[in-house]
């Protein structure tokens, strides 16, 4: 998954990509004020993926997009690394692959 050379939209979600194996999603919580988005998923698709940054806490925001209301759930993990290696499976699997970097979710 690429960044769009001239766009400033966000990435393109990998037609073979998928959520790791071990994920719990649970439903959006209150974080405060500021939540600092640091990568997210273009919004052309359906499903919207932010990787957030609150109180020094890393989450990754899953939002699915209703005909009434959008659906908002998060994942976090007992790190942050944790949650970056999540990130990067889901965006990135190939990459994952090639630098032989195995799901730390299990």
Known sequence: MKWEEGDYHGR?????????EGMKWTPGVFRGEKVR???H??????????LCLAGG??????TRKGDDEDIVHEFTARTNS???????EMVDPEENKEKGQASRLK
């Open 57 to 62: 806490i890393m989450f990754i925001r899953r």
């Open 37 to 39: 988005v640091r990568d």
């Open 12 to 20: 393109h979600m990998p037609m073979v990509s998928k959520e790791p």
């Open 82 to 88: 944790e949650v970056f290696a999540a990130w990067l």
């Open 41 to 50: 998923t273009c919004e052309c698709s359906s499903v919207v993926y932010e």
